[in-house]
């Protein structure tokens, strides 16, 4: 079965820190993104890749990394955390040609920032 | 950008009763899914409906591209469909929006006994 991993679950960091929320996906797919929700909003892309050693500027991309070290991993970085950055972020994975149910998300990662 | 608009921002619902969730598109379209997302929880697809009229039980999904919009009705709903229903587009292929889904910001429904 399909399956997004992100780890961890939830975080708090300290203002200025340096935060790295991970995904892992055995969907064997080319596509990975990384959104984040605010309390009451929909989801707004960071990051997204095409390939492994490639990523994409979403979105949001400021204050905010990625890497993709290969097909299955996808991290998004925060170098310097703010307040801002609290929120909930998703990680999602899809095959090369959208079609019906090929978009899966991981559970999320709550981050808090101090 | 590319923008999604979604409508109502929330509903409350007697269970039975049926709901229509609108969304619409800023730019040309290339694809689009509708998502359900309990509360606090990650998210499902719903539906996969660039154009046309879908349906899956009490669900139907319908797009209309020329005119960028999609809809999601449920019929006869339930306490189970209490939840934010999220609706995504994938920008045309020479728009410089496509491979990126951009995301409304959900309808919250709440279904009462």
């Known amino acids: 079965e399909a399956a997004v991993t992100q780890s961890p679950r939830s975080k708090v960091a300290v203002t200025g820190g340096k935060v790295t929320l991970s995904c892992h996906q055995t969907?064997?797919?080319?596509?990975m993104y990384w959104y984040r929700q605010d309390t009451g909003h929909g989801l707004r892309l960071i990051h997204y890749s095409y390939v492994a050693d490639s990523t994409e500027k979403g979105d949001i991309p400021d204050g905010y990394k990625a890497s993709r070290p290969s097909q299955e991993n996808f991290s998004l970085i925060l170098e310097l955390a703010s307040l801002s950055q609290t929120a909930v972020y998703f990680c999602?994975?899809?095959?090369?040609?959208?079609?019906?149910?090929?978009?899966?998300f991981g559970s999320g990662t709550r981050l808090t920032v101090l | 950008g590319q923008q999604v608009q979604q409508s109502p921002t929330s509903l409350v619902l007697q269970e039975g009763e049926n709901a229509e969730l609108q969304c619409n598109f800023s730019?040309?379209?290339?694809?689009m899914q509708w998502f359900y997302q309990r509360p606090g929880g990650s998210l499902v697809s719903v539906f996969y409906?660039?154009?046309g009229t879908k349906q899956s039980g009490r669900l139907t999904s319908t797009t209309v591209i020329k005119e960028r919009r999609s809809s999601l009705h449920i019929s006869s709903s339930q306490i189970t469909d209490s939840g934010t229903y999220l609706c995504a587009m994938e920008g045309a292929m020479l728009s410089g929006s496509f491979n990126k889904l951009t995301f409304g910001a959900g309808t919250r429904l709440a279904v009462c006994p």
């Open positions: 969907n064997n797919h080319d596509y």
């Open positions: 409906n660039p154009s």
């Open positions: 999602a994975s899809r095959a090369k040609n959208l079609s019906a149910e090929t978009l899966y």
């Open positions: 730019t040309s379209l290339n694809s």
